[in-house]
């Protein structure tokens, strides 16, 4: 059998911390739409993809690219996963989760290249976005407006942090970058799962598939701008540790850590896997009932403009001497 329309693709974007892996997990957990039939690429900056894991559900299709953005370093691994994805008439439907510093526009300009044009459709533009952290405090700010002005869905999530006042703040600010967009406001990701996956207006996408540049000499640049903007640092976790002294960690945590996630189990629950998610001052601990637990490896990631990694590790013995190597 031969697939006989093009591949639905979903792009969703947002900035660190926004929350895109728990909005995407949300619609795992209730939509209609077979998992066995759906396909989601999730790409992390780092070298450890700590959302994937997150993600995992049985009879997913869930495919990984680390160790650099989808726009830039690692677009070929994209289009290649794409395209095996296009050839193969099982899906029906391919979410793509990009890493919080990807450019939209570029990742548009590979999802239209000749090897997968008329193999696959962009339906939707899905941008989520820390209403709490709007614009966002990291110093480049210009990523964020891209992925706000490409985007025709955007999730003004974390209104529970926020009172009216700054929500319609941010809602007004998301109008002048983009007039279009519906905006939809909620906390924890909580959208309606047919929203998400419906078509949308694609014509942000069909702007960027139509723009006219010189690919290579676009994509060094880009890339270049994101090494200088943002570095990742993986500390794996070797043991247990005390729960007080991970509060202490945290909060030595210099300020260029703009963002910090991973696995660690706790000294007073060694058997059990904990998620950490951390954004700027917010932190959380989650039990969480990963299906592949058993297989993933305690450790933390951490990511934000030039990293200091000795004084890290330095900051880290308060966990163990031994914990961490």
């Not at 939509?31 to 066995?36: F, G, I, M, N, R």
Request: charged share 25%.
């Amino acid at each position: 059998m031969t697939r006989t329309h093009p591949l639905p693709l979903l792009l969703l974007t947002g900035f660190l911390g926004s929350g895109k892996t728990t909005t995407l997990g949300r619609w795992l957990s209730h939509t209609a739409v077979p998992l066995k039939r759906t396909a989601v690429i999730i790409n992390d900056f780092g070298s450890v993809n700590i959302d994937a894991a997150l993600l995992a559900r049985r009879q997913l299709e869930l495919r990984s690219i680390t160790g650099g953005c989808v726009c830039c370093q690692s677009f070929e691994d994209l289009v290649t996963q794409v395209r095996a994805l296009a050839d193969n008439p099982d899906f029906d439907l391919v979410w793509i989760e990009a890493s919080g510093l990807a450019d939209p526009e570029e990742i548009l300009d590979h999802l239209s290249t000749p090897e997968l044009q008329n193999r696959t459709v962009i339906r939707r533009l899905v941008l989520v976005i820390d209403c709490s952290d709007f614009p966002c405090s990291w110093r480049s700010r210009a990523v964020q407006e891209e992925q706000v002005r490409y985007a025709d869905l955007i999730v003004l999530n974390k209104t529970d942090r926020v009172d009216n006042t700054a929500r319609r703040r941010a809602e007004i600010s998301l109008r002048q970058i983009n007039p279009s967009a519906r905006i939809v406001t909620t906390r924890h990701g909580e959208v309606d799962p047919g929203l998400l996956s419906e078509t949308g207006d694609s014509a942000a996408a069909t702007r960027a598939q139509a723009r006219s540049r010189d690919a290579h000499e676009h994509d060094d640049a880009h890339a270049e701008n994101l090494r200088h903007a943002a570095s990742t640092l993986f500390l794996p976790l070797s043991a247990p540790v005390e729960r007080s002294a991970f509060q202490r960690f945290l909060g030595s945590l210099p300020t260029s850590v703009f963002r910090a996630k991973g696995f660690i189990r706790l000294a007073d629950s060694p058997g059990q896997l904990h998620t950490f998610q951390q954004v700027r001052e917010q932190s959380e601990l989650l039990l969480l009932p990963l299906e592949n637990g058993a297989d993933l490896t305690a450790g933390l990631v951490f990511i934000g403009p030039h990293l200091d990694e000795k004084h890290i590790r330095e900051l880290a013995e308060v966990l163990a001497p031994t914990n961490v190597t």
